[in-house]
């Protein structure tokens, strides 16, 4: 399959602030790429580089074989954008909006009207599609804005932090969306700050972390770069969590990571089982009291923290709780209150 979205060395800087550090990425068409990343990774600026809006500092991009400074026009004919900030007009029906889109890409007007009907009807907006857009919700018109990007049936589709601001529903229906879309042979780069997202939707994973690209690959390559499973454990009492943290440390295993605010510390393991068992006695000799300690396989969450030692996000969308992998507890307690 060839490559349909590729940079090579792209920097940016904003005055001394550098955006983005020499940025390589190379994505497959008919495939989706998310560029994961806290606020303030580079995500944005890297999708403002390749849909032409910003002009790289150094190093080149290409999206379908067009090159974004020297092909701009060609390029833009071939790729939809749903930016951070929705994009439409407040004054205008929704419906208009979309036939609106369909004249920038010369659609004949009766491929107009059926399109934007279409994308009404997708995003479940068909009864809403004739009131202007200024009476829809915040997730409205997202949705809208992210159907606006797909009226002209653009092989490539980009779209930065599409389910931000999105209630966990339609971030569902928007996700099967673009499984469809992907599986007509629609080659998409996504931004997103949820591991979760990334780990449904992508088949390739790019983190970005203060305008550097810290690991390339698929969510199974970047899970097992941690190797076997991760313990975890959380402490009942906050003032504890140091000592948890040196327990942990003696295990000799690796750095363990931590989580202040959620009174958790976790450290990969390539002896699963009988790390849990000795990080459970040193811990209870300890006198730590626990309110969990488990063993399960990295998530995208630990991979990050290993690589960042930050988390992504500092609030996980609500769904996220349900998907995380499965854990074996062999210590659960309530906290005496
Ligand atoms: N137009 C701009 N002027 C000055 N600084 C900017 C501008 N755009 C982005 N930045 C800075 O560049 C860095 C990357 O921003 P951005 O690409 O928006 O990150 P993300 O989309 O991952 O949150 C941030 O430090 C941001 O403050
Ligand atoms: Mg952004």
């Known amino acids: 399959m060839s490559v349909m979205i590729e940079t090579h060395g792209v920097s ?5 602030t550098i955006a983005l550090d020499r940025v390589n990425i190379a994505a497959e068409g008919g495939r989706v790429l998310a560029l994961l990343g806290p606020n303030g990774a580079g995500k944005t600026t890297l999708v403002r580089v390749l849909t032409t809006l910003l002009l790289p500092d150094a190093g080149w991009a290409k999206v379908a074989g067009f090159d974004v400074v020297k092909d701009a026009t060609r390029l833009r004919s071939c790729i939809g954008l749903a930016g951070q900030y929705a994009a439409v007009d407040e004054t205008m029906t929704g419906r208009e909006n979309l036939e609106l889109v369909g004249r920038l890409y010369h659609l004949e007007k009766k491929v107009r009207r059926e399109r934007a009907q279409h994308v009404l009807e997708l995003f479940g907006l068909g009864e809403a599609g004739d009131r202007q857009v200024k009476t829809y919700s915040g997730g409205m018109r997202r949705r809208l804005d992210v159907g606006a990007s797909l009226v002209g049936r653009p092989p490539v589709l980009i779209l ?3 389910t931000t601001g999105l209630d966990p529903r339609s971030r569902l229906d928007l ?6 879309l992907v599986a007509d042979g629609t080659t998409i780069l996504l931004t997103t700050q949820y591991l979760e997202e990334a780990d449904r939707l992508a088949h390739q994973i790019v983190v970005l972390d203060v305008g550097r690209v810290i690991a390339d690959g698929t969510s199974d390559q970047l899970k097992n770069q941690l190797g076997g499973d991760v313990v975890e454990a959380r402490v009942s009492d906050g003032s504890q969590l140091k000592a948890a943290v040196s327990i942990l440390a003696a295990l000799d295993e690796a750095r363990p990571q931590v989580d202040e605010s959620q009174r958790r510390v976790s450290v990969p393991t ?7 068992i000795t990080a459970a006695r040193m811990l209870s000799e300890a006198g730590i009291s626990l309110d969990d300690l488990a063993l399960h396989r990295p998530s995208l969450d630990d991979v990050f923290l290993a690589l960042t030692g930050h ?3 500092e609030t996980a969308p609500e769904s996220g709780a349900a998907s995380q992998p499965p854990r074996r507890s ?3 307690r309530r906290r005496a209150s």
């Open 12 to 16: 940016k800087a904003f005055g001394s």
């Open 160 to 162: 930065d932090e599409p």
């Open 175 to 180: 996700w099967q969306f673009i499984e469809g």
């Open 270 to 276: 390539h002896t699963g089982a009988q790390t849990l």
């Open 311 to 313: 988390m992504a996000a």
């Open 330 to 332: 062999i210590f659960r």
